[in-house]
């Protein structure tokens, strides 16, 4: 059914309620148009894949917890946002536990041959670290997540490389990657 707003789902990474992730998730969500909704991937409920490989052969996952919206918000959703920490050059555990549920969608590509996302989506991944400045591993991880939900278009990191010494929101230059990042997820497909 057509829309004329966005809808928004944005994985939040970050065990601190109001750190450096959480605050960027904040201003993104002021500066982004239509609806939004967060998951706190530290405080859902929202249990790990036991790879019991129920989906090899059913659509969906026989887990019943709050994924279960989840899984309904990515078929409509625009935009998706994997916005997370630094931790030992990846991102969290509990982002990744969240996102081991993703598999569901590569088990009905793989083995039963069907596709389980039609609408394609835009993508950001947003990374927060306190110093050591490598993201690359994290933002592939993002991006293969990204692309199980079926995310055709993602921008480039948007990346606070040093919060062991200034709070992202205290970095212009992250500031000035989020407004256009904001810009980027705001276009409807038909005005890219
Ligand atoms: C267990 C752990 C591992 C971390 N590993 C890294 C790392 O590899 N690289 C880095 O730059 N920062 C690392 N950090 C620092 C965090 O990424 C940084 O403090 C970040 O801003 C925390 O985000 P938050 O304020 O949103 O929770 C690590 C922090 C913790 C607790």
Redesign the pocket.
Known sequence: MYRDYNKTLIFNG???KN??????INKLTKLLKGEYKVIDTYYCNISPCMDCRWCRENSGCCIDDEMQDIYNYIQECDNIIIA???????LTSKLLDVGSRLQTYFSARYFRNENPIIKQKKGAVIL????????DKAYDTACTLLKHMNVTDVSPAVC??T??IKL?LEDEIFINQLVKLADFLNKRYGQL
């Open positions: 970050s065990p601190r750190g450096n992730t959480a605050q960027i997370s920490p630094i931790y030992f050059s990846e927060a670290g306190g110093g050591d400045g490598n993201m606070s490389h919060t062991n992202a």
